[in-house]
């Protein structure tokens, strides 16, 4: 059981915007611990997309960003792209894990 | 060039050992964390633990504790993951990835990942 707890799919036209919820709880987000965000292509090693919440590492479009508020963060993807198709996770440090926690992952289809 | 390059896939038979390795190159090792995270087939990521190459200083997710070992040896700029009495549900893709600052950062460079089949 994840302690981050992420929509197991979302869908969109390409062109469109979509978000990617991650819910968590006084344990990690709402503790103000910080969310990253992770794209896996099907078949590579997980990339970094978002970190500290809202970042971009260079070579990441704009077309991705990270928001925090409360307990919950989420991920949008404007702009949709059919390159965008993968699985999407977020990442956050649990103090009662006492270590890091990952969500359960988004699939991400174009349509 | 930042690069992590892990060791080559592995099959396994039930009991025995397991021990994979992660080289980092294109920056200084002992810099930043190294995490191992393991995916099992058709599944999402799992954090398993971290190591500072610097001091050794290692901490593990409680799903893991006790299961595995990490390791590293800076002089060789290696992190190492190991299992012993392997069962069939360790079978997974384990992946190396370094840490951006502390231990509770995100990771910006991955490994390739290594695929561990573990059947009889």
């Known amino acids: 059981q994840s302690v981050l707890t992420q929509p197991p799919s979302v869908s969109g036209a390409p062109g469109q915007r979509v978000t990617i919820s991650c819910t968590g709880s006084?344990?990690?987000?709402?503790?103000?611990?910080?969310v990253h965000w992770y794209q896996q292509l099907p078949g590579t090693a997980p990339k970094l997309l978002i970190y500290g919440n809202r970042n971009r590492p260079s070579g990441v479009p704009d077309r991705f960003s990270g928001s925090k508020s409360g307990t919950s963060a989420s991920l949008a993807i404007t702009g949709l792209q059919a390159e965008d198709e993968a699985d999407y996770y977020c990442?956050?440090?649990?103090?009662?894990?006492?270590?890091?926690?990952f969500g359960g992952g988004t699939k991400l289809t174009v349509l | 060039e930042v690069q992590l390059v892990q060791s080559g896939a592995e099959v396994k038979k039930p009991g025995e050992s397991l021990k994979i390795s992660c080289k980092g190159s294109?920056?200084?090792?002992?810099?930043?964390?190294i995490a191992w995270v393991r995916q099992m087939p058709g599944k999402g990521l799992e954090w398993m633990g971290i190591?500072?190459?610097?001091?050794?200083?290692?901490k593990y997710s409680p799903s893991f504790q006790g299961q595995v070992t990490i390791s590293a040896d800076k002089s060789m700029s290696t992190a190492y993951l190991q299992r012993s009495s392997l069962k069939a549900s360790d079978t997974a893709m384990y992946y190396c990835a370094r840490l951006v600052g502390t231990s509770t950062s995100g990771s910006d460079y991955w490994g390739q990942g290594t695929l561990v089949t573990v059947s009889s």
């Open positions: 990442q956050s440090y649990d103090i009662s894990l006492s270590g890091v926690g």
């Open positions: 006084s344990s990690n987000i709402g503790a103000g611990y910080d």
């Open positions: 190591i500072h190459p610097r001091d050794s200083d290692t």
């Open positions: 294109g920056y200084s090792f002992t810099d930043h964390w």
